[in-house]
């Protein structure tokens, strides 16, 4: 299969946008969403070295444009600087993996399709491993003091 190969400017100012404790992070976000649009890839790996580069000025500064090359082999479309030399053994960047809070969501999400209902309370919380708590209700201290003095 042949490599497709593609040099891009990519434009990151809109991670200025955003807090400034976020900025990094985001600008690695328009970059994969750049990627996914110009290669029309189902996955895209981005090089340790773009991700690197764009974290060298800390999360606050992240560069306001990058150049890139785009490297598309079959489904998946690989992010390298220009100048990176490209080997097998080149480090990428992986994929956010799945939390343990979204695991529960698709638990509660199949047993709502299960059941064709919402699931109890009880069942959310075996889920989430919390056992529920009773709690009394709490007496105003009008109330505790007129049971005082009767």
């Known amino acids: 299969m042949k490599n497709e190969e593609q040099v891009y400017m990519v434009p990151l100012g809109k991670a200025y946008d955003y807090k400034r404790t976020k900025r990094a992070v985001r600008a690695v976000d328009l970059l ?81 399709g299960e059941a064709g209902r919402e699931p109890e309370k009880k069942q959310v919380a075996e889920t989430k491993g919390i056992a529920e708590k009773k709690e009394e209700p709490k007496k105003t201290e009008k109330k505790a003091k007129e049971e005082k003095s009767k």
Do not use: C
């Open 32 to 112: 994969r969403e750049f990627a996914y649009r110009h290669s029309k890839a189902q996955e895209v790996n981005v090089s340790m070295k773009v991700n690197e580069f764009i974290w060298s000025r800390s999360i606050q500064k992240p560069p306001r444009k990058i150049k890139i090359k785009i490297v598309k082999k079959g489904e998946t479309a690989y992010v390298y600087l220009p100048d990176e030399k490209i080997t097998e053994e080149t480090p990428i960047v992986q994929t956010k993996k799945e939390t343990a809070t979204t695991e529960i969501k698709k638990e509660t999400e199949t047993k709502k």
